[in-house]
T-cell receptor, first 116, second 114 residues
Framework: NAGVMQNPRHLVRRRGQEARLRCSPM?????VYWYRQLPEEGLKFMVY????????ESGMPKERFSAEFPKEGPSILRIQQVVRGDSAAYFC??????????????FGPGTRLTVL | SQKIEQNSEALNIQEGKTATLTCNYT??????LQWYRQDPGRGPVFLLL?????KEKRKERLKVTFDTTLKQSLFHITASQPADSATYLC?????????????FGTGTRLLVSP
């Protein structure tokens, strides 16, 4: 049973380009979370999605960032017109469809974005 | 303001000793608290969860305590091994958002020397 998969693992972009990060949740999981980890900082919640729905995007920057989780295919975190401050590790996590207290999140290996 | 704090300094201990890591929080009322392990270049891996009405939880060499009065959780690794060297993250969920909206501490790096 494959775990959460993220690709690419490393992504280099120049300022002004677009970055697309992909996340395939664990089999049977329909909830996806995106986190950002800046150097020397903790993981920060960005967005929570279910299939075809954004449930909570309170951690997303208001501009340039968007996320989707289509009916088919992986979840995508999209960063338009990247700036150097976007350089970070971006982690995706997934959880089962029915959540209760005690359910945990399963993290992918992350995508390390470097903006030149 | 709301804060979740872990000791930013690395904890160095000798193999076989017990490692104790601290997680303090302010202005949260977490329904439960989780501990994760993160190795360099990898994603966090879930270790233990403790609910607000539980005082202590154990799993093999790991033990977590949760004191809602002190607003603190302690994470213990007994008989530590060099393979336990990693960064340990605590995360809390207030449980009032309808989903797991986790807030993470910055983590404490543990180094276990042979």
């Amino acid at each position: 049973n494959a775990g959460v998969m993220q690709n690419p693992r490393h992504l280099v972009r120049r300022r002004g380009q677009e970055a697309r990060l992909r996340c395939s949740p664990m089999k049977g999981h329909s909830h996806v979370y995106w986190y950002r980890q800046l150097p020397e900082e903790g993981l920060k919640f960005m967005v929570y999605l279910q299939k075809e729905n954004i449930i909570d995007e309170s951690g997303m920057p208001k501009e340039r960032f968007s996320a989707e989780f289509p009916k088919e295919g992986p979840s995508i975190l999209r960063i338009q017109q990247v700036v150097r401050g976007d350089s970070a590790a971006y982690f995706c996590a997934s959880s089962p469809p029915v959540q209760g207290a005690g359910d945990t999140q399963y993290f992918g290996p992350g995508t390390r974005l470097t903006v030149l | 303001s709301q804060k979740i704090e872990q000791n930013s300094e690395a904890l160095n201990i000798q193999e076989g000793k017990t490692a104790t890591l601290t997680c303090n929080y302010t202005n949260y009322s977490p329904a439960y608290l989780q501990w994760y392990r993160q190795d360099p270049g990898r994603g966090p891996v879930f270790l233990l969860l403790i609910r607000e009405n539980e005082k202590e939880k154990r799993k093999e060499r790991l033990k977590v305590t949760f004191d809602t009065t002190l607003k603190q959780s302690l994470f213990h690794i007994t008989a530590s091994q060099p393979a336990d060297s990693a960064t340990y993250l605590c995360a809390l969920d207030t449980g009032n958002t309808g989903f797991q909206k986790l807030v993470f501490g910055t983590g404490t790096r543990l180094l276990v020397s042979p």
